[in-house]
């Protein structure tokens, strides 16, 4: 059962994007986060990231554009956070290296994509992991955000028989922990 939780911090992305200085205030904490996600998925230059689930303030693609050096398609099935993390990715010049859309990560996506960092807040993880098993390129990997304990009431879980490749340990208090998966389904 999904909570007030996500709907409150989705509001408050909303309010923060329209300013540069609240947005890097606010993605400072995630940070350390980006940084444990690119050494848990060997992040570089030559992949392309589709982060599912970038919400108003995109801090996951906006720091993985600058400190991995990846194109990222950043995705949000709201189109009002979509229409604002897009404008987020223009005040900090980097709609060369990331492309905001509105879309559902659940759904097929279209362009070519080696890693994928879903997001706490996305759901259905398990469909979304479906979905990127179908769609990405052979040996893509996958980093899910999972919800701590006390707050697994409060986002969707991963439910899959899939062992993780990796985990990385979170220093936040509604995720606890990114892991790994490796795909291992090869395109038709």
């Known amino acids: 059962t999904m909570s007030w939780i996500p ?35 060997k992040l570089g230059k030559d992949d392309t990231v589709l982060n599912i689930g970038c919400g108003a303030i995109p801090f996951t693609a906006l720091y993985i554009a ?26 900090a010049g980097l709609q060369n290296k990331i492309t905001v859309m509105h879309a559902d990560g659940a759904s097929d996506f279209k362009h070519p994509f080696n890693v994928s960092i879903v997001a706490l807040q996305a759901a259905p993880k398990s469909r979304i992991l479906k979905t990127m098993q179908k769609n990405a390129l052979p040996g893509a990997r996958f980093i899910f955000r999972l919800p701590s304990n006390p707050y697994k009431d409060h986002y969707d879980c991963l439910q899959t028989d ?12 509604t995720f606890d922990r990114s892991v790994l998966y490796q795909n291992t389904v090869s395109l038709n």
């Open 66 to 91: 600058l400190l991995a050096g990846s194109r990222v398609y950043a995705l949000d099935v709201d189109p009002c956070a979509a229409k604002y993390a897009a404008r987020c990715v223009r005040k």
């Open 162 to 173: 899939i062992s993780p490749r990796a985990v990385a340990p979170q220093p936040m208090r």
């Open 7 to 41: 709907v409150a911090v989705a509001a408050w992305e909303k309010i923060s994007s329209s300013s540069k200085t609240l947005t890097w205030l606010y993605s400072r904490p995630y940070r350390r986060v980006i940084e444990n996600e690119i050494q848990l998925g």
